[in-house]
């Protein structure tokens, strides 16, 4: 199969069904999520919230196939996740750029793992350095970059790889208040002009609720869903200034607060 | 910023030699000769014989410091990446790491002779330790953030040595080619100095012997022009390869 043959005009489908996950520490197995059951169709944003260590980033690690879990079942598109699937790209917290490489070098870092051409991984890459905004910074490390910049370079390298699915594990949290509304907004459109399918962990109540079609509130310690809000509006440009959207956050912050009171029971 | 770098080096050096200049007016004895007449004859033996010595003195030490990383940091990339070998090789490690390797000079001498390879032997013994253990860490030590982040691309064993493990262990092995090359210079002496007819740890003993201090300085001299040419070409290549350090 050729990178050409996979179509990207469409987002990926998700459907996770009863999954649960455990790991091996030094105090034994612990359990990081228990009987998730969550689906979403192609082509939207989803967030995940919740407090720490509810498992969230444990999710998003077994979708990018980068932890095999026993029971329960996770779906791309109707198939089991794979560590080298081409199509589902996973951006972490810290951003994860390498600080040897210039930012033209860890953009087409993807394509270069994937061994693409290199006259297609250099159209590709200045393509997607144009469509960041940060064509001008190409032979500049990331040190040198400030984070909102740094975060268009991880989104550039996950997108220069052409997913349909784009896992963000808290992508903004680093962000001042302005750059992170900004980068949310951007994200948006980025979205909405590729028509991928983006799930993101988020801490902020006010991100999730303006980027999420659906927001997946996760609890407790393993962690489960709790609920799941339903938020046609997301994103749209006036959406923060919104009653609804204000009106959403409360009852999230509710959910959320159960979360900590559940937290004593525990 | 450059030129006042240079005016920095040029200060630095010229103060040394105050200093140097200071304690043999001072001290007043033949043993500590004054910079200008050690320089004097350093010169003069330069074409007199001191520029061989310190020729093949400079090849055993940069032959030493190769075979070093040749050995060392593949060998601590592995060990760094792999726990399981680590825990059956680091009591050895630690265990043969703090002897100083000097002692074995006789043994090396017995095995090897007295040319080249014996000294060279001896030099990396002691180097490639140090590399070893520098590698090793700076592998283990690694983020493991940043290794996920390339496997989620797709990366495969190679490509995280050759994109990730690789570059980030560099910066740790010019520190460990700074701490060695120093030692690897004081092993030299000590190996060049018995039962050898060449090197400068030859000619210093030799002018030792002879009571001619002024000689024996212009060898000092020369060990330390080769400490500070090999520091240079490590400091040169660093900032080269190493640019992003320094953000």
């Given amino acids: ?266 | 910023m450059k030129t006042k770098n240079i005016i920095r080096q040029i200060a630095s050096i010229a103060t040394l030699f105050a200093a140097w200049q200071i304690l043999a007016v001072v001290v007043a004895n033949p043993a500590l000769p004054t910079p200008g007449s050690a320089f004097l004859v350093f010169f003069r033996e330069i074409s007199a014989g001191l520029w061989n010595h310190f020729l093949i003195s400079g090849w055993r030490v940069l032959a030493s410091i190769l075979l070093s990383l040749l050995v060392g940091v593949p060998l601590g990339l592995w060990l760094g990446r792999e726990e399981k070998y680590d825990r059956f090789f680091s009591p050895m490690l630690y265990l043969t790491y703090p002897i100083p390797k000097i002692v074995f000079l006789p043994l090396v001498m017995v095995l090897f002779g007295l040319g080249n390879f014996s000294k060279i032997f001896l030099i990396t013994l002691v180097v490639f330790f140090q590399i070893l253990v520098t590698t090793r860490d700076a592998a283990r030590n690694v983020s493991p953030a940043l290794i996920l982040s390339v496997v989620s691309l797709g990366a495969k064993r190679r490509d995280i040595y050759r994109h990730v493990i690789w570059p980030a262990i560099i910066p740790d092995i010019f520190t460990a080619l700074r701490i060695g090359s120093g030692t690897a210079i004081a092993v030299l002496f000590f190996a060049e100095s018995i039962a050898s007819s060449e090197g400068l740890g030859y000619y210093l003993m030799d002018a030792w012997s002879r009571y001619a201090y002024p000689e024996m300085f212009a060898g000092i001299i020369a060990m330390g022009v080769l400490g500070y040419t090999l520091y240079l070409t490590i400091d040169i290549l660093d900032k080269k390869i190493c640019s992003w350090k320094r953000l």
């Fill in chain 1, 1 to 266: 199969m050729t990178e050409q043959d996979h179509c990207v005009s469409e987002g990926a489908s998700v459907t996770v069904r009863d999954l649960s996950f455990s790991y091996k520490s030094a105090e034994g197995r612990v359990d990081a999520i228990q009987g998730i059951t969550f689906s979403i169709e192609k082509g939207d944003i989803y967030t995940i919230i919740g407090p720490s260590a509810s498992g969230k980033s444990t999710l998003l690690y077994i979708l990018a196939g980068l932890l095999p879990f026993a029971s329960g079942e996770a779906l791309i598109n109707g198939e089991k996740p794979q560590p080298g699937r081409r199509a589902t790209s996973l951006i972490l917290q810290n951003y994860g750029l390498l600080p040897w490489k210039t930012v033209w070098q860890n953009v087409v870092l993807g394509m270069e793992i994937r061994r693409l051409p290199s006259s297609e991984i250099h159209a590709r890459g200045e393509k997607i350095l144009l469509e960041m905004g940060i064509a001008g910074t190409a032979k500049r490390y990331p040190a040198e970059l400030s984070g909102g910049q740094q975060q268009r370079v991880a989104i550039a390298r996950s997108l220069a790889t052409e997913p349909d699915l784009l896992l963000m594990d808290e992508p903004f949290s680093s962000l001042d208040a302005y750059s992170r509304e900004s980068m949310q907004e951007f994200l948006q459109e980025i979205q909405s002009r590729r028509g991928l399918t983006v799930i993101l962990v988020t801490h902020g109540i006010e991100e999730a609720a303006f980027l999420g079609r659906k927001i997946i509130v996760f609890a407790g310690h393993p962690g489960f869903v709790r609920r799941i809000f339903d938020n046609p509006p997301a994103g749209a440009p006036e959406y923060r200034k919104n009653d609804a959207f204000f009106h959403l956050c409360t009852e999230l912050r509710g959910a959320m607060e159960l979360n900590r009171e559940a937290g004593k029971i525990f």
